[in-house]
């Protein structure tokens, strides 16, 4: 049998003194199953790893436990009398003190030789859990063969969920339990911590709302920080506050600069304003890639200015083959207005066939600043819609129209393939009026000039790059080309070919930017209303360095104008 020697008690009194709070108070379930291993530095909550700051002993085949520890998670009140150098425990079935100077214990007034039933370990209090445990109401299984015992202790609903006081109330509400844990006893400089929660409500019916103080992600600068957590249940009944103190040793795991690269989660945004950012952000070396043109598909964006303020024609274009046409509009008029967007067969002797591959589209609302977006979200991710027209000689077909109130707006992308020469046309007409043929509708009303068209010869850029460690050493950028308003309906694409660990994001370099973003086949939410220069980097995806590739695609939102810069932050491996 092991055995180990009893450290001298007066060594260990100042440090008891001062001791750590115990991980919790009162943990969930009506039992609680508490299971110690010989000199493991956690044991387990209901099935849920706890750290220990000082593992349980095995010495001539008992188990001692750290009874600040054991004591408090099951909701006794352990407390050190710095008079009479003692610790006080209060159990069901007893009270129970440990005077260490005079090395007796005492159970009801009744004293015992300390040596027999207790040791100090590294400051801590380690009492003989099959001792203690009859005083605990508590029963003790112990294990030889694996040198493990467990504690199985059965909370009075009387006393622990504390019921209401109310005179006639046969179904009382249970205060509910704050308690959580982490996952580690110390931590270092920037090391991310895992809080565990275990709270829980007595009466299962939820708990909507948490309040925590001091709880962050990482801690930078070494120290002992108090951390706290209440809640409440359905009914509004508040938790007791539960406080557990997380040490922090002066060892540099993360800088406070290069955590949030590391550890915050996709879908957040990094913002550093330092010089030393600054300096490397301007120092990143552009990503050497290969770029071509996946398809010829001409871009027809009808007009510079989104505003509709004249009945009449906005703009028109030439087509013949592929093409896509991005509108974004606003009724800017006094009164509704109908917009179309219509193709004329120019030929007078065969018919035009026009498939509408794909498309997309924001119906007319009020709110079209802040969902613009969403025309490119029904684009990229919609099934193709494979629609046929077919236009006989001269005549004009309508591809989409939209019924705007005053104020209201919308927007579209949509593919379209032609089998001859066709021209487009976008018409704002009167509400109560059909959108008529594109020959016979009018030029703009007097006064107003009419909306200039964006043109560009292709609607989609490909970027492929090597992005392994050899490739990828520090910290790289890379833009898709100049992007003014006509690149609203662009799709920009990236394939990273075997990538190492990184942190890809992306960031405005001036004012406004939105789009649709997608990873592997899998759509990134962006923020409501989009992205702004002064939100810093938005972290979008962390390779693992087993990818074989990573695509990224990226559309601009109609009527996003802002050019948007992409980085890739290399992750070192951390221990």
């Known amino acids: 049998m092991k055995k180990k020697r009893l450290i001298t008690w007066t060594l260990a009194l100042s440090m008891l003194a001062s001791g750590a709070q115990a991980a919790g108070a009162q943990v969930s379930g009506t039992t609680v199953h508490l299971r110690f291993t010989d000199d493991r530095q956690a044991a387990e909550v209901n099935g849920a790893e706890v750290q220990l700051d000082v593992p349980a002993q095995e010495v001539n085949g008992s188990m001692y436990v750290p009874i600040r520890w054991v004591g408090e998670l099951l909701g006794f009140p352990v407390a050190w009398n710095a008079e009479r150098r003692s610790v006080g425990l209060t159990a069901p079935k007893a009270y129970v003190e440990w005077e260490l100077e005079r090395g007796v214990a005492s159970v009801n007034g009744t004293e015992s030789p300390l040596e027999e039933i207790a040791l100090i370990a590294d400051g801590a209090l380690l009492v003989k859990l099959d001792w203690i445990a009859p005083y605990m109401n508590a029963a003790c299984i112990y294990d030889s063969n694996d040198s493990r015992v467990e504690l199985v202790y059965v909370q009075p609903t009387d006393r622990a ?28 400089i920037g090391e991310p911590v895992a809080y565990i929660d275990l709270s829980y409500d007595p009466d299962s019916e939820g708990l909507p709302k948490y309040e925590w103080k001091g709880k962050q992600d990482a801690f930078f600068e070494p120290g002992t920080y108090p951390v706290s957590l209440r809640i409440t249940d359905p009914h509004g009944v508040w938790s007791e506050m539960f406080t557990q103190e997380i040490t922090v040793i002066d060892e540099v795991f993360h800088t406070k600069n290069e955590f949030p690269w590391y550890a915050k989660p996709a879908g957040s945004f990094v913002k550093d304003e330092s010089a030393a950012w600054q300096r490397q952000l301007a120092e990143a070396p552009r990503l050497s890639a290969i770029v071509t043109i996946p398809e010829e598909r001409k871009l027809i964006v009808s007009g510079a200015e989104p505003a509709l303020d004249r009945i009449g024609i906005v703009a028109q274009e030439q087509v013949d083959g592929k093409a896509r046409i991005v509108s974004q509009h606003v009724n800017a008029m006094a009164q509704p207005v109908r917009f179309a967007a219509v193709i004329q067969n120019p030929d007078k002797a065969r018919t035009l066939t026009v498939r ?61 393939e032609t089998d001859g020469p066709a ?6 007409g009167k509400a109560n009026e059909p959108i008529p043929p594109l020959s016979s509708a009018s030029a703009p009303e007097q006064g107003q000039a009419r909306s200039p068209i964006a043109v560009s010869s292709h609607a989609a850029v490909r970027m492929d790059a090597d992005a392994d460690a050899q490739h990828l050493t520090g910290l790289a950028q890379w833009t898709f080309g100049e992007q003014r308003y006509d690149g609203a309906g662009m799709t920009y694409s990236l394939r990273l070919y075997h990538p190492r660990p990184a942190a890809l994001a992306m960031q405005v370099k001036n004012g406004v930017a939105d789009g649709t973003l997608i990873v592997n086949g899998t759509v990134v939410p962006l923020p409501q209303g989009g992205m702004t220069d002064q939100d810093g980097a938005f972290l979008f995806y962390r390779t693992t360095g087993l990818e074989a590739s990573v695509e990224i695609e990226w559309m601009p939102a109609p009527g996003s104008k802002e050019p948007v810069e992409w980085l890739l932050y290399p992750l070192e491996p951390k221990k």
């Open 356 to 416: 509408v591959a794909r498309a997309g589209s924001l119906q007319p609302t009020l709110l079209h600043r802040n969902n613009v977006r969403q025309a490119a979200v029904d684009f990229m991710t919609k099934a193709p819609a494979d629609e046929t027209l077919e236009i006989k000689p001269g005549e004009t077909a309508t591809l989409e129209q939209y019924a705007l109130y005053a104020g209201e707006g919308f927007a579209s992308i949509s593919d379209i």
């Open 161 to 188: 969920y504390r019921e209401s006081d109310y005179p006639g109330d046969t179904q009382p509400n249970s205060r509910p339990i704050a308690i959580f844990a982490t996952d580690k006893a110390v931590y270092r």
């Open 423 to 428: 021209r487009i046309g976008f018409i704002a």
